[in-house]
């Protein structure tokens, strides 16, 4: 059975008692500073692919940040003939479950989106885990699209180190020259169209709740 699958079965007898109420991961979210340099919109490229946890969360959370266009769930770190669910569930094919996302530069930055990132979308101190999800498909890594953002997620990652944004160090990595591949269509939007799922009521909507309450001009219902 799907692991997922199992988590929410176990996770089912919890919905009652958290509902209306922020889950423990929701309660370690803050706001962490903002990038002290960000790239020029004319430096983007309008797309960051991002990993960190369970691809819906991360879909969920972006489809709601103001001047993203659009956001794919996938994977990113392998190879094509190894990018499907359930090989990827192994673990040993290098890729990460990652979202795509499509962003309008002059609305939203590069800085911002890895901002809503490092704040509320994943925890960057955890190291190939994300819970509930244990793994390094799990793992927490920007995939740059150029050189230009690869040198922005590491300046950001010493910054936050300096400034102790968290209580231990961010072990999010940076990987370049990587292809992503979409997922499965039954993936897509699974939040949006699943908003009721256990697995996504226990360990999503608290980080979609998250953004609208830390972000909240950035907010898009």
Not at 12 to 29: D, K, Q, R, Y
Request: glycine fraction near 10%.
């Amino acid at each position: 059975m799907n692991k997922r699958i199992v988590a929410s079965v176990a996770a089912a007898a919890l919905v009652v008692a958290i509902a209306g109420h922020p889950s423990g991961a929701a309660e370690t979210m803050r706001v962490v500073p903002a990038p002290a340099i960000n790239m020029a919109a004319a430096d983007a490229p309008g797309v960051a692919v991002l990993a960190g946890g369970c691809f819906w969360g991360l879909e969920g959370v972006f489809d709601h940040v103001s001047g993203v266009k659009s956001v794919t769930s996938g994977y990113a770190g392998g190879g094509a003939a190894t990018a499907h669910y359930e090989v990827v569930g192994t673990g040993a094919t290098g890729h990460a479950e990652a979202v795509r996302i499509v962003f309008d530069p002059t609305k939203v930055s590069f800085g911002t989106l890895l901002r809503i990132y490092f704040s509320v979308a994943t925890d960057p101190t955890q190291l190939n885990h994300q819970e509930p999800d244990s793994g390094t498909q799990y793992r927490g890594t920007v995939f740059a699209q150029n050189p230009a953002q690869a040198e922005a997620v590491k300046a950001y990652i010493a910054q936050l180190n300096r400034a102790k944004a968290y209580s231990v160090p961010v072990v999010t990595t940076v990987e370049s020259g990587k292809q992503f591949y979409a997922a499965e269509g039954y993936h897509q939007h699974f939040l949006a169209r699943n908003p009721t799922y256990p697995y996504i009521v226990v360990n999503d909507l608290p980080k979609v709740a998250a953004l609208k309450r830390l972000f909240p001009a950035l907010y898009k219902g």
